[in-house]
T-cell receptor
């Protein structure tokens, strides 16, 4: 399976600021995704990062709050904009390899004060 | 939207015991995946199931894709302390087309 890395692994940010999270894969993949995992909760899909076009957002998530870039088939970024304490979560990227199988990165643990 | 009902929510067992957890849905899924997440880590894929009735093993872990395509279970035999973590089921298919996650089963193993 693909090796996925994320930067930063964790961060503590002030309210009103923005943080960009990077996801790097060691092989080319078509499908990349961004998830949020709130404390003690399950994973919720934020968006599908499409290479060469705008990301596809799930209900409840908007581009102004979570802009996503996907410049090539091995890299994507997620920005959490104008942060509030409610944005404190683990943010995870994943890739699809094979049929209907996703592999996850180690996550970025974000705390907003 | 579609939901996966995962149970139990948590389990406290003695080392050496067998463990069973399951996921059910009112909708049909085409793929069932089981993940384990340890503190500070991302979910790690344990077993993937693609066909109704499929029974797959990975070491001490065994998972089955239910015949109705609406459920799946994961068994862990002879548990050990490093089995501790949160186990998530996830399913693909149905109207949403995205990977849907259960709420997780938190496993604690007493040595």
């Amino acid at each position: 399976s693909a090796v996925i890395s994320q930067k930063p692994s964790r961060d503590i940010c002030q309210r009103g600021t923005s943080l960009t999270i990077q996801c790097q894969v060691d092989s080319q993949v078509t499908m990349m995704f961004w998830y949020r995992q709130q404390p003690g909760q399950s994973l919720t899909l934020i968006a599908t990062a499409n290479q060469g076009s705008e990301a596809t957002y799930e209900s409840g998530f908007v581009i102004d709050k979570f802009p996503i870039s996907r410049p090539n088939l091995t890299f994507s970024t997620l920005t959490v904009s104008n942060m509030s304490p409610e944005d404190s979560s683990i943010y995870l990227c994943s890739v699809e390899q094979g049929t209907d199988t996703q592999y996850f990165g180690p996550g970025t643990r974000l705390t907003v004060l | 939207g579609q939901q996966l009902n995962q149970s139990p929510q948590s389990m406290f067992i003695q080392e050496g015991e067998d463990v069973s957890m399951n996921c059910t849905s009112s909708s049909i899924f085409n793929t069932w995946l089981w993940y384990k997440q340890e503190p500070g880590e991302g979910p790690v894929l344990l077993i993937a199931l693609y066909k109704a009735g499929e029974l797959t093993s990975n070491g001490r872990l065994t998972a089955q894709f239910g015949i109705t395509r609406k459920d799946s279970f994961l068994n862990i035999s002879a548990s050990i302390p490093s089995d501790v973590g949160i186990y998530f089921c996830a399913g693909y298919g149905g109207s949403q087309g995205n990977l849907i996650f259960g709420k997780g089963t938190k496993l604690s193993v007493k040595p």
